[in-house]
């Protein structure tokens, strides 16, 4: 089971993230894919970890999310802007090799047994980036969006801290 949890800055997708999965799990795991640039995110991030107690499993993963023990899990991975970010650093900007490594990465996850809550922002949405490499992780956000929206059971798009249901297939079922 996949959910995509989108939007913007600061619209709730982590807290909503983190409150699904504890609905669904005693004991989720939360794999926090960012690297720290500077002292500001830092203090982002341990607002992050303060958030969630003692209840959660975490694992720090700026690249090889697929290859940590989650299998049968309730999985929070947040988040693929700054996993993709990471990517796109190590290839030098390339949008090729980055796309290729994140698809094979939403495969290995999607084929694992669990529940899995991937959250990502809709980059895409705000300004328009003023150079080249802004514009290319833009479109390229855009693309793993769509990649994991394919794979996914439920799409939800938060609006302030509102969650918009775009594609509901697990509750089909």
């Known amino acids: ?86 990517l796109f650093e190590d290839s030098s900007h390339d949008i090729t090799p980055a796309m290729e490594t994140i698809q094979a990465e939403i495969d290995a996850i999607h084929h694992k047994a669990g529940t899995y809550i991937i959250v990502s922002n809709e980059i895409g949405m705000g300004i328009h980036g003023e150079t080249v490499v802004a514009r290319k992780f833009a479109d390229m956000q855009g693309w793993t969006n769509q990649y994991i929206a394919r794979l996914a059971d439920t799409v939800i798009l938060m609006v302030a801290g509102i969650p918009v249901i775009i594609k509901d297939e697990a509750g089909k079922r």
């Open 1 to 86: 089971m996949i959910y995509l949890i989108t939007g913007g800055v600061r619209s709730g997708k982590s807290r909503y993230a983190q409150n699904l999965a504890l609905s669904l799990s005693a004991n989720p795991v939360y794999v926090a894919t960012a690297h720290i640039w500077d002292d500001d995110f830092a203090e982002r991030v341990q607002r992050h970890k303060d958030d969630r107690g003692a209840a959660w499993i975490n694992y720090e993963e700026e690249r090889k999310v697929s290859s940590l023990p989650l299998e049968g899990q309730t999985v929070v991975i947040d988040c693929v802007t700054l996993w993709l970010t990471n």
